[in-house]
């Protein structure tokens, strides 16, 4: 590795774990490839232009980093086909270590991301691939769960009872700077969650305490929430998304892990932690 090697790429760091990865990395002094399509402007960072769909971005996005924090293209049900080569790339161009934001619903070799996780260990001696379970920030700002709740005061899921680790994004946030910035490389996937595996129900009710405003679980079938995503996006990602859903009313996601309290070593935040941080926009 040239010694002038010094930069962590972050690919989509205007995005909800890429915009807080970029910017804890900068607030720690480490310098920062902040990558976007539009090479938007992050604090601390030098912004790049890159496009998953354009491998000419590629290259510039690449010259001078070390280690790359990677998010895949969103609504791809094939992200390995751009993906690979970009990584492939990416080693030869000195990269030597690989963070990839998974999902705890997404085992090595399985579908979307997990073709990706499956190849990482073969390209990169120092890698991780972060398994985060469902975001919190998913029931804030344009989320579908946040729109239906202000549309309506009511989420709409495929779940069922089943419950979920809901963790914050700053916390996934915090570990993934940790694997990228370690003395060792985790060389493992990481299943991250927050403290307490919720059912939807649960979610409802603390939102209902904290906002003062009733919310409800609305309860779908499978078929409803996969035609209800696909009015959104491909209706392949819609049936993955909607069968995770299915998977979490049969116990999938009922867990908790210590990842967070490990590897930054402090707790996970609550869900009522969370709404009551957040109650301003929640309640907007």
Not at 47 to 54: E, I, L, M, N, T
Not at 101 to 116: F, K
Not at 125 to 153: C, E, Y
Request: aromatic share 6%; charged share 20%; glycine share 10%.
């Amino acid at each position: 590795m040239n010694a002038s090697q010094e930069f962590t790429l972050v690919v989509g760091a205007t995005g909800t774990t890429g915009s807080r990865v970029a910017a804890r990395l900068a607030a720690g002094g480490r310098p920062v490839k902040a990558a976007s399509r539009r090479a938007i402007p992050v604090d601390g960072a030098c912004a790049v232009r890159f496009d998953w769909d354009d491998p000419a971005s590629f290259e510039y996005a690449l010259e001078g980093v070390d280690r790359v924090y990677l998010v895949p293209p969103p609504g791809s049900p094939d992200p390995a086909a751009v993906m690979l080569p970009f990584l492939q790339q990416a080693r030869t161009a000195g990269v030597h270590r690989a963070v990839l934001l998974s999902s705890s619903a997404i085992p090595a070799g399985g579908p979307a991301v997990g073709q990706v996780h499956q190849a990482l260990p073969g390209l990169f001696d120092q890698w991780a691939v972060l398994r985060p379970s469902w975001f919190m920030q998913n029931f804030t700002g344009n989320h579908t769960h946040a729109r239906t709740i202000k549309a309506g005061g009511a989420i709409q899921t495929a779940a069922g009872d089943g419950r979920v680790g809901f963790v914050d994004a700053d916390d996934i946030a915090a570990v993934a700077v940790r694997a990228l910035t370690g003395t060792q490389a985790p060389n493992t996937d990481l299943i991250i969650t927050g403290p307490q595996a919720l059912s939807y129900g649960d979610i409802a009710a603390i939102l209902t305490q904290v906002t003062g405003r009733t919310t409800t679980h609305r309860r779908l079938t499978y078929e409803q929430m996969r035609d209800r995503l696909a009015a959104d996006m491909p209706a392949e990602f819609a049936a993955m998304l909607a069968g995770m859903d299915h998977a979490i009313a049969e116990g999938a996601e009922d867990r908790t892990t210590d990842t967070v309290q490990r590897l930054t070593g402090r707790p996970p935040r609550s869900f009522r932690a969370f709404a009551e941080r957040e109650m301003h926009r929640l309640r907007s």
